[in-house]
């Protein structure tokens, strides 16, 4: 057994070292694993896993809205990108340059898309004539890479898988409502499937996309009470449209500019499971995001039929959810903390006297709950807790983050706050950016967003007194 | 009208020039779009969505035979690249170059990945260290970057979309039977899932992968005699566990080197189906890889009751197809045409006769075939066609690629041939690597494989009349 890994080491504890219990838990878990390129992640069969049933249930959410995926090249010729002024301000100082193919120098260099709006913008100047062409609406699936000087796996990575819906409109009022369908997708997916719940916002000028015209978010609390930006969906206008040219003819016989949205989750989703539902026995996983839901340990698998019945209840359970058996040689003991450290949601032992009587032993993760159900009832027992852990995962983080949000009245209680709860700060807000700026400088806390849902929790900005504009929801961020 | 796109532009006859032929149908079929990036190609709503099957129903079979998936980073370190000699020696000519991140220089460049087994291999030696971690079958679906001087969509281009499975197995006969596992995973899948025949062989020395000690591979005929490689299975030995150090403990306490495999298929299988299947229409896509299996067009859909049947029928039949209705205001005829340069399987005509007669028109993309259906057997005789043209395309591939195989005794015969006929030719080989250059100098042609099942059409080598050792089948290739 020596070189045997050892999962069963503790992690360390949430309340002692956040940052270390996290990256305890994504290396325990074999959700990824360091590469020899830097900041760029291996993201291993069991984290990719996680990405592929993300991946499923969205892509099945873009195609019922009426999108289309497509793929664009990886590179973008600097030229490119450096048409829309703001969009190749916020980028180009942290894109990785192509500057030799094979062993010739290029003669313009290329970069490696860090956000394709470029592209897409290109491809729609060619394919774009008509308001019959209209609209269009596009999806892609790929990596993207932010030379970003700190990383972290799956919350800030130079290489990272994502999403990019790129679509156009023929007015301002279409992009708008597309802008608002998607934020409402992401929404209702982090809540339902995540279990994570989110708040819906604009974000200020200052926090918006390069080249947007608007940018709407959803955010998450994590479990130290640092704010997610979970994901983001960009009204552009016609900004882009007039920089690349991409105009239709209307039904009026008149040349008019298109209007564009884009929007993006990416795979620090999963860095959002693992903060908003995990413990120190390590990831806890909903079951509709777990690769594995239901777990089957053989007690005293020595002993006859003990195997057998394992297998047999697999075979059946396989029809109502993913379900594994762990024949594995080793402790029972070892194995639970094993798939509890994967967060695996549901745990079923069966050992020979559990076969004398007829039934099974079940486990929640998430408290460890025991359940002893007849073996007759799990088909219908089973998909039922399934149900109920997932809303209870969604249940306790919403009651995290309602104890978590506070409110400030003025910068000294913000200050205060935030450094001794950590959490979502609410607090009213100018609309100075002079104001936004001070705030950041004073605490490291930035406006996550002006919530859809307004609450008047004051009448002066916190900052500079003057009369408040908006409620904003600020908080210190991943 | 005037800005209206023309599908029904005649494309170039495949006959009178196959290269625009293939030209006009990516275009025409709304496949791929040309970019901005030299040698890198966009791939339309209509392409991605014939990649997403043939992506789905391999994931599947890989996912069934054991794998899973994983992501690694896109980049590789330069020294990393060079850690196994031949393998840097084949790839390095053809790699981009990452040398700026931001305004800052690289203190070590790194290409854009042209294939990941160093990425894999520098994994595999920290996850690797028992014989209880073997063996570990992984595959990633990303794309790669090789830098091509000529390229064309689907079949060469800079960056191209890909699965490249990578394997470790304790034993060298695990390695080898792993890779002939997987070649005839993508043998079958090409033979069933897309209708084209494939034969399956050994690569030459001169022809194998850069690192491997044995390259297996699935070639393909097209319409015009030209050879495709379609899939290749490389058995790596344990060469690169040397030069990576991947060693693990064995059973008997011993430190031994692992034994690798990897194999890949691309995006060059979209031009592959184009190539076996198209015709002067456009594309004809078989049934299982059609995005759209069954096309419905009203006729007289202004008469009141056609357009609702359609969309009748359209509910029904979505059960047992993928199935769309084209009710746009465009002419019949001009649907006929626009459905058959996109490789529609199958058409559907309903107009108001038809509907009075309780029957349907039926049209087979492949050759015109009119079959007339009552509406009451749809569910039955649907599905039965689908499968009846799916063999079909099948059997006339196979045809086809039997009347252009040919057999020669020695170079003059095997220079006449390709040229007078073009197709694949038998001809026995001494096994020398001179004979097979000067084959490839003469004629252009190369050895596309030493087939599994061997032939004798000979006894001595067509090259230097020397005692032949192996049956080659040789082409002119893509």
């Excluded at 100047?125 to 030379?147: F, G, T």
């Excluded at 100018?430 to 001070?438: F, L, M, R, V």
């Excluded at 916190?462 to 908006?470: F, I, T, V």
Aim: aromatic residues 10%.
């Amino acid at each position: 057994m020596a070189k045997e890994k050892k999962f069963v080491e503790a992690i360390t504890s949430m309340e002692e070292d956040f940052a270390q219990w996290y990256t305890d838990i994504i290396k325990k878990a074999d959700l990824v694993d360091y590469s020899s390129v830097r900041g760029c992640m291996i993201i291993r069969p069991y984290g990719y896993a996680i990405w592929e049933l993300i991946q499923k249930e969205l892509d099945r959410r873009f195609k019922e809205t009426g999108h289309e995926n497509v793929y664009m090249p990886m590179f973008i010729p600097e030229s490119l990108l450096q048409k829309e002024k703001d969009h190749v301000e916020g980028f180009a100082p942290e894109v990785a340059w192509v500057t030799h193919g094979g062993s010739e120098p290029l003669t313009e260099r290329l970069c490696v898309r860090p956000t394709s709006e470029t592209l897409f913008c290109d491809h729609y100047k060619n394919i774009i004539q008509s308001y019959r062409d209209l609209p269009k609406l596009y999806n892609q699936w790929c990596s993207v890479v932010r030379w970003e000087k700190t990383t972290r796996p799956f919350l800030r990575t130079v290489e990272f898988l994502w999403q990019e819906g790129h679509t156009v409109h023929a007015t301002a009022e279409e992009a708008e409502e597309e802008t608002l369908r998607m934020l409402n997708v992401y929404a209702s997916f982090c809540e339902d499937f995540l279990a994570i719940p989110v708040i819906k916002g604009k974000k200020t000028e200052k926090e918006k996309f390069a080249g947007a015209k608007a940018t709407y978010t959803i955010e998450s609390l994590m479990h130290d009470g640092k704010a997610l930006q979970s994901g983001t969906s960009h009204n552009f206008g016609d900004g882009f449209a007039r920089a690349f040219g991409i105009q239709y003819l209307d039904r009026d016989n008149q040349l008019k500019y298109a209007h564009q949205t884009s929007w993006g989750v990416t795979t620090r989703l999963i860095g959002a499971l693992i903060m908003v539902h995990g413990d120190d026995s390590g990831l806890v996983l909903p079951p509709k995001v777990a690769p594995v839901q239901l777990i089957i340990i053989p007690v005293q698998q020595h002993v006859e039929g003990v195997l057998d019945k394992a297998y047999e209840l697999k075979e059946r359970l396989s029809k109502v959810c993913r379900v594994k058996v762990d024949d594995s040689d080793k402790m029972p003991g070892w194995k639970f903390s094993e798939h509890e450290m994967r967060g695996v949601p549901l745990r079923l032992e069966v050992g020979p006297k559990d076969i004398e009587k007829n039934q099974v032993v079940l486990v929640k993760r998430e408290n460890r709950e025991k359940i002893f159900v007849s073996m007759d009832e799990l088909e219908t027992v089973i998909p039922k807790l399934m149900d109920e852990i997932q809303q209870s995962l969604y249940n306790k983080a919403l009651r995290l983050r309602e104890e978590r949000t506070f409110i400030a009245k003025d910068l000294d209680e913000f200050e205060r706050i935030i450094n001794e709860k950590q959490g979502f700060i609410k607090a009213m807000w100018c609309g100075d950016q002079a104001c936004e700026d001070k705030v950041k400088e004073r605490t490291a806390a930035t406006a996550r967003c002006i919530p859809f849902e307004q609450e008047k929790v004051g009448d002066k900005c916190l900052c500079c007194g003057e009369e408040a504009r908006h409620m904003v929801i600020w908080g210190r961020a991943y």
